[in-house]
């Protein structure tokens, strides 16, 4: 998806105070930030808000954008914690909400006999992106369970993926979001789901998106920016259908309870805190990650919040 900028206000120059923010237009993140993003948090600085599908605003981290705050994928977090710090608050972690690996046969399920004997070996798998956190948990699902490994890699853009399995252009596909609601609409089958195998082998919430804060802003502003997103998730539960129009308006034409089933998968405690569960599942998914040569070591302390 190209990214649409909204800017809060009527200036065309952005005040002096106005946060510059990136998240996606997926429901759970409007839901989010709506009561941020449209001046009902007394106090809080005005948004200027770009909207970008995650695998775009992870390149915008990793580039270091002129953005101070980013919704991204946690398995871009080893490369961009030295510039941004972790917000404990504003993501998404969760259970039953995995990436899903859908085939266009039935019958395909299992590890043993998945298209036969060796598995997705030799096969090609389409994925959203090798910076996603549902590129880790394949990669460690696959580590766990496919003693051939996997064939061929290709990335394509997530909306692209399961016609591309229906078609038969891909064997299969990792797909996220509400891709686990509407994947039966293209006549697919689930092959495994990734959050499954996780809280099966790790007994914790799947991490899934973070939100992060250029470091540069200092503890205090990081303090209350956290405090903000805090606040703009409760202000989302105490009145859900404020968010309504700004969910839709974003959600490209998604039914109106798909995007209800989002946000109820989506936005959880761990939104509101990470906890003590949370940030195990994200440093036992980057250190599994480290140890598979998928992604770069966590120092000891990069997941502390000032």
Not at 208 to 229: F, N, Q
Request: with cysteine; proline share 7%; hydrophobic share 40%.
């Amino acid at each position: 998806m190209s990214h649409r900028n909204s800017t809060s206000g009527t200036s065309a120059e952005r005040a002096a105070d106005t946060v510059r923010i990136a998240y996606s237009p997926c429901p759970n993140d409007t839901f989010v930030f709506d009561a941020w993003a449209h001046g009902r948090i007394p106090g809080a600085p005005p948004l200027d808000v770009t909207f970008a599908d995650i695998d775009i605003t992870n390149g915008m981290a990793e580039r270091g954008d002129d953005l101070d705050v980013l919704k991204v994928s946690y398995a871009v977090l080893p490369y961009v914690l030295d510039e941004y710090a972790l917000l404990p608050c504003g993501g998404a972690l969760g259970r039953g909400c995995g990436p899903l690996v859908l085939t266009r046969e039935p019958g395909t399920g299992g590890t043993s006999h998945a298209f036969g004997s060796g598995g997705l070996t030799g096969r090609t798998v389409a994925v959203p992106s090798e910076r996603s956190t549902a590129y880790l948990l394949f990669r460690l699902w696959a580590a766990d369970t496919l003693p051939g490994g996997v064939g061929e890699i290709v990335v394509m853009p997530f909306h692209e993926i399961m016609p591309a399995v229906r078609d038969g252009k891909v064997d299969a596909g990792l797909v996220i979001h509400e891709a686990r609601f509407t994947y039966r609409n293209y006549g697919l089958h689930k092959l495994a789901d990734m959050g499954e195998h996780w809280e099966s082998t790790t007994g914790l919430p799947i991490p899934l998106g973070a939100i992060i804060a250029k470091r540069s802003l200092g503890e205090e502003t990081l303090r209350g920016l956290a405090d903000t997103v805090r606040a703009s998730v409760h202000a989302a539960w105490d009145d859900p259908e404020a968010s309504r129009p700004y969910v839709l308006e974003h959600a490209q034409e998604m039914d109106p309870a798909v995007a209800d089933q989002h946000i109820g998968l989506y936005v959880n405690e761990f939104t509101a805190d990470l906890g003590d569960d949370g940030y195990a599942a994200i440093r036992g998914l980057l250190t599994r990650a480290a140890a598979e040569g998928l992604v770069p070591p966590l120092g000891p302390h990069a997941l502390d919040f000032p």
